[in-house]
């Protein structure tokens, strides 16, 4: 009989620190275009393999190859790259702000542009994203103005949230972009409970749940996968999976799954699993998972591999946790440069067009910047007035409220 020895608690250890060489050989990469292309309305039984590999279309020539080569067009390609670099030039522009005391927070989505971005035009009017706060993408590439956008970071008084809400706390019901909790995971049972209602009501629309890979451990993301496997509303479920939660790696979160998609197969989902820095897969999936839900074919849940190459945000210093060049080694790229190779290998685009519509984007995003801070920031210009934190709460506002309006003169 073997000897029993004491339990102990195993907590999973990242596999590099600080100061050590970044290493992603565990990062299992397919060749692009070698995974297959189901038909959407295939078993999710059937198609368990595609919750263990990496959806790729863009090989390092830049071409598309294989079944998920979708046909987007050359405007809307070129169209794609423009927005990811409009979303590179406004991280930088209010990471700027930031650092000079013009808000007091930001997020940057610095390598993982082309997931929004991409998903963003599989859908149309009338569909709703229940976003975290690395989505900004979504609004840019639905034609949302970028000034209401830094009125928001701002706080000012056009903010069109009126100062209730964090910096980067988006929302617009008109572009399909539910408010954002600053509480982990509720968008996601939100996202579930919006389809299920869409569905009881007959509407032909569908809803879209996003979380991060760290957020996967909150309960609320089991009790989204419950409702949406038993009652099959038309909501796709996305992970973007960019390898750290705020200073944890994705281990912790994922347990021993072996990949986030994975844990659609104990749901019944069907799973794919895409590479997040691939604008074209990223495109070529949501379509796929759109097509099945507006043929009533259910929910599909989508694990994007991607890197999150800033910080958590500007209260973060990743080079706390994980080597400083470790963004540098990820194996998957960089998606804008990674388009741009594709666009030029088409002879839809050169280096000269591409600075040309660097210095075009962010002179645009400059224009918007300058028109926000006209308005106000942090700690300047015009304020929401303070008669805004009593309004919106009760349809007819309770005496006690009344009373309170007006000692503070309102």
């Not at 599909?300 to 540098?328: C, F, M, N």
């Not at 308005?375 to 007819?396: K, Q, W």
């Amino acid at each position: 009989m073997d000897k029993e020895t004491d339990p102990q608690l195993h907590v999973p250890e990242p596999a590099i620190r600080p100061g050590d060489t970044p290493d992603f050989s565990h990062v299992d990469i397919p060749r692009a275009g070698e995974v297959r292309r189901p038909d959407p309305g295939e078993n999710p039984q059937e198609m368990r393999d595609l919750a263990f590999s990496i959806i790729r279309v863009l090989n390092r020539k830049g071409e598309a190859v294989g079944p998920w080569a979708d046909s987007l067009s050359d405007e809307a390609l070129q169209e794609g790259l423009r927005h990811m670099m409009t979303l590179r030039a406004y991280d930088a522009r209010m990471l700027k702000a930031q650092r000079q005391g013009k808000t007091s927070f930001y997020m940057q989505h610095l390598g993982e542009e082309a997931i929004a971005c991409a998903f963003q035009k599989a859908l149309r009017k009338g569909d709703m994203n229940f976003p975290t706060y690395r989505q900004a993408g979504l609004l840019i590439a639905s034609g949302y103005p970028m000034s209401d956008m830094m009125n928001q970071v701002y706080s000012n008084e056009a903010d069109p949230v009126r100062g209730r809400q964090l910096p980067v706390f988006y929302s617009s019901k008109e572009h399909g972009f539910f408010s954002i909790s600053g509480n982990l995971a509720t968008q996601y049972v939100q996202a579930v409970g919006w389809a299920m209602a869409a569905a009881i009501k007959g509407e032909r629309k569908l809803s879209v749940g996003w979380i991060g890979d760290g957020s996967t451990a909150e309960s609320d993301f089991h009790g989204a996968l419950v409702f949406a496997s038993t009652y099959k509303p038309p909501v796709i479920l996305n992970i973007v999976n960019n390898q750290w939660a705020i200073s944890t790696f994705q281990g912790i979160a994922r347990g021993g799954a072996g990949t986030f998609a994975a844990r659609g197969h104990g749901f019944g989902l069907p799973a794919l699993r895409v590479d997040g820095n691939d604008y074209l897969a990223v495109h070529a999936a949501a379509a796929w998972a759109v097509e099945r839900a507006r043929r009533d074919l259910g929910p599909t849940l989508i694990e994007y591999v991607t890197y999150r190459a800033g910080g958590h945000s500007t209260s973060d210093d990743p080079a706390a946790y994980r080597p400083k060049e470790e963004g540098a080694a990820w194996p998957l790229g960089d998606p804008i440069l990674r388009l741009k190779t594709h666009l030029i290998q088409k002879g839809l685009w050169s280096e000269e067009r591409h600075t040309q519509a660097e210095a075009e984007v962010m002179d645009g995003v400059i224009a918007a910047q300058k028109e926000a801070e006209a308005i106000g920031t942090l700690h300047s210009g015009n304020r929401p007035s303070p008669r805004e934190m009593f309004e919106d709460v009760y349809a007819e506002m309770p005496p006690h409220l009344v009373r309170q309006r007006h000692e503070v003169g309102y």
